[in-house]
């Protein structure tokens, strides 16, 4: 009472709970493929409560509701894709779209709640099937299987009949590559027997001249003319020589015919061997080189073939002479040996023995101190006409380094014949070795005549025509630099009446001596040691010295390209061997016609009046005419040193005595001293057109003490005293 309310809270619990709240699918939309629109499906849902969802479909919307009519806009909902993520997710919208959902099955649970915090009675839960893409169902898989496996059998028979085709095709090229190379082989082994044919005809072509040649030569040394002997002796040494080559490359025939047999006979060894070396004595020592010969046994009897062992070891010597410098060692050594003897590694095999058996062996050792064999050389040594085209080392002083390219070729195949071994090492700068390995039996029958002669070597015979002719200051100095012995002896010959001869053994001692001597001509061989012609005449021709000296280069090699790079270098002339003595001499007097006009040109452009109508000479030089010019303004930048002389003028070009003198000889016809004294005196004739200048005065400006001398010097020159030099140039003017 009076504004007091009263209540008993036993009477609030007595009341009714709330009803739970329904919650119910309105309707279910999915889009169908087939009508291209979407369908209404809730009937369907309802029946079934499934929805089953294609791969992918974003268009399938579910609509539900809470029947709480109270405030409906304020109801809220939840869902949760059970087998799919446990998560709630919370939404204040009416509806569900189901879309991206991976393949499987799922429960779709649906919850609602009121404005005033009631929940729906029971969750609304609905089966969800989401089919599995085309792609990953079963038929599609097998399908694709069968396919990859039907792809890989058709590929794998495609490639079967390519490769049978490939087969087909590669063995017709081999067919049809064989028997080519078959046709190639059988006109090849054609043009082998042609050519062997050819070279045994040409060969026992050469043997008839030969015999008249060598037999007209021995004719000769009975005459008494000195002259005619010496020719003689010349003729018959060059004579053997080639027969030597005729019978090598005869031999080779036979031994690529079959035709060629051994005779082996039962002798000593080591008494041949010292023989044969002692043969080579006289080459040795004419070349300052010294030859040895050892055994290890004093007497070795076996079975050998003179003939065809003697041409093994003097081409063997012959070659270690050939490339052994001056105060080098040549040895041939003969050892025995039990069994078969092993070489080291370093030694290069061209041929292989076969060591079967049980037969004691001999070794023989050719050993030379030189140059060597480099290492990329050694495998061809022993290949036929195969020659070293530079030196392993080329500053090395060996006499000669041609050849033919046939001797080692020969030993090859003759100790192929012989079973026996042939092995060679080298070391550049050291020496080369070549070993000879050949069995030791004693079959054949005994040699009556054991010591007969073996093949002897072509040793150069001393004769009276020197290397070097007598001096003569009237005559012009020939340089020649041939490393030929012989040849160069022929040449000094042809030449030594006309000339004044120097002689150089390769192209580097020619140039040395071209620069100490300045020659007025020089004849050079092309294919020397240590620098060939080309090289000579490269390094003379770019010398200020040497410049002006024409060059004739005298070689065998006569193609065009040999002809062209000679003449690029700088030669004057080009001769090929053989030449005759008059074409020689020809060619030796027009260089010295064209040498002279070079003079006449020289001498007048050195003292700086050349007359309008001399034409330049086409064989002037620029090296000549720089000369020239260095020279003159060198000599007027002096001109009034009264102590200027050849020592000091020498000094001022940077030149010998003798070089200057010799170039400006040759160029101008006049040596230093008158070039000097014509210089002074014309100038001494532009200053006395000078008035203002006494004669005195005039001779000291050029280089004159004394006036008296100068006007004496003067009027001898020029046929007129200075004085009335001057008053005849004053009355002109």
């Not at 080392?393 to 003759?414: F, K, M």
């Not at 010019?629 to 040193?641: A, I, P, V």
């Amino acid at each position: 009472m009076n504004g007091v309310t009263a209540f008993d809270p036993r009477d609030f619990e007595a009341e009714p709970p709330l009803p739970d709240l329904p919650l119910r699918v309105v309707s279910f939309h999915q889009f169908d493929a087939d009508r291209d629109k979407l369908v209404d499906k809730t009937a369907d849902l309802l029946r079934t409560n499934q929805i089953t969802l294609q791969p992918g479909d974003r268009s399938s919307i579910l609509h539900f509701a809470l029947l709480n009519y109270t405030d409906a806009q304020k109801n809220t909902y939840a869902y949760q894709f059970s087998g799919l993520n446990d998560t709630w997710h919370h939404q204040t919208e009416p509806y569900l779209r189901l879309g991206n959902l991976p393949y499987g099955d799922y429960q779709l649970l649906i919850r609602g709640q009121s404005a005033d915090g009631r929940m729906s009675a029971v969750p609304l839960a609905i089966e969800v099937h989401v089919l599995r893409p085309f792609y990953l169902r079963s038929w599609f898989l097998f399908s694709l299987f069968v396919l990859v496996l039907g792809g890989v059998w058709a590929w794998g028979r495609w490639r079967d009949r390519q490769h049978q085709r490939s087969q087909i095709r590669l063995q017709a090229q081999i067919d049809e590559a064989t028997q080519t190379i078959a046709r190639q082989a059988q006109d090849l082994q054609q043009l082998d027997e042609a050519k062997s044919h050819f070279f045994a005809n040409i060969s026992h072509e050469f043997r008839t001249p030969l015999t008249i040649i060598l037999g007209m030569a021995d004719r000769l040394h009975q005459q008494a003319d000195p002259q005619l002997r010496q020719s003689a002796s010349l003729i018959e040494r060059n004579g053997r020589s080639l027969l030597r080559l005729v019978n090598q490359i005869l031999d080779l025939t036979k031994l690529e015919a079959g035709a060629m047999t051994l005779q082996p006979v039962r002798a000593d060894l080591v008494g041949f061997l010292h023989y044969l070396a002692e043969s080579f004595q006289t080459m040795a020592t004419a070349k300052g080189i010294h030859l040895h010969f050892q055994a290890d046994q004093p007497v070795v009897d076996t079975d050998f073939d003179k003939d065809k062992l003697g041409d093994i070891l003097s081409n063997l010597l012959t070659n270690a002479l050939k490339f052994t410098p001056a105060g080098g060692h040549v040895s041939c050594q003969l050892t025995t040996h039990p069994t078969y003897p092993p070489l080291s590694a370093d030694y290069y095999q061209a041929v292989v023995p076969d060591e079967s058996g049980e037969d004691s062996w001999l070794a023989i050792h050719v050993y030379n101190t030189g140059p060597g064999i480099s290492a990329q050389d050694l495998p061809h040594v022993f290949d036929r006409f195969y020659q070293r085209s530079v030196p392993a080392n080329p500053t090395q002083p060996v006499a000669e380094t041609g050849g033919t390219g046939i001797g080692l070729s020969l030993v090859r195949e003759l100790l192929l014949l012989m079973h026996g071994g042939l092995a060679v090492r080298s070391k550049p700068n050291e020496g080369t070795e070549f070993v000879i390995r050949l069995r030791q039996t004693r079959q054949s029958p005994v040699a009556l005549t054991p010591g007969t002669e073996p093949v002897m070597p072509n040793t150069p015979t001393p004769d009276n025509v020197a290397l070097t002719a007598t001096a003569d200051a009237d005559k012009p100095v020939l340089l020649l630099v041939e490393d030929n012995d012989d040849v160069a002896r022929y040449i000094v010959s042809c030449v030594q009446a006309d000339y004044n001869v120097l002689w150089a053994p390769n192209g580097q001692a020619g140039i040395d001596l071209a620069l100490e001597k300045i020659p007025d001509l020089i004849i050079s061989d092309v294919m020397m040691p240590r620098k060939d012609g080309f090289e000579l005449c490269a390094t003379l021709k770019s010398d200020e010295r040497t410049s002006h000296i024409p060059i004739v280069l005298l070689t065998a090699r006569a193609a065009t390209d040999d002809r062209l790079t000679g003449l690029r270098r700088g030669g004057d002339a080009y001769l090929v061997k053989p030449f005759q003595r008059e074409e020689l001499l020809l060619v030796l007097r027009n260089l010295l016609q064209a040498q002279r006009r070079l003079q006449r040109y020289y001498s007048q452009r050195a003292l700086g009046n050349v007359q309008s109508n001399l034409v330049q000479p086409v064989e002037a030089d620029a090296l000549d005419d720089q000369f020239i010019r260095k020279l003159r303004s060198t000599l007027e930048q002096h001109l009034n040193d009264a102590n200027l002389d050849t020592e000091q003028i020498c000094q001022l070009m940077g030149m010998s005595r003798n070089s200057l003198y010799r170039k400006t000889l040759a160029l101008t016809g006049m040596s230093i001293i008158p070039y000097l004294r014509a210089l002074r005196l014309q100038k001494a004739e532009a200053l006395l057109k000078n008035a203002s200048m006494s004669i005195a005065d005039v001779a000291y400006a050029v280089g004159f003490e004394n006036p008296r001398y100068f006007s004496r010097v003067f009027s001898e020159e020029k046929g007129i005293s200075p004085s009335s030099f001057r008053d005849t140039a004053q009355a002109v003017r």
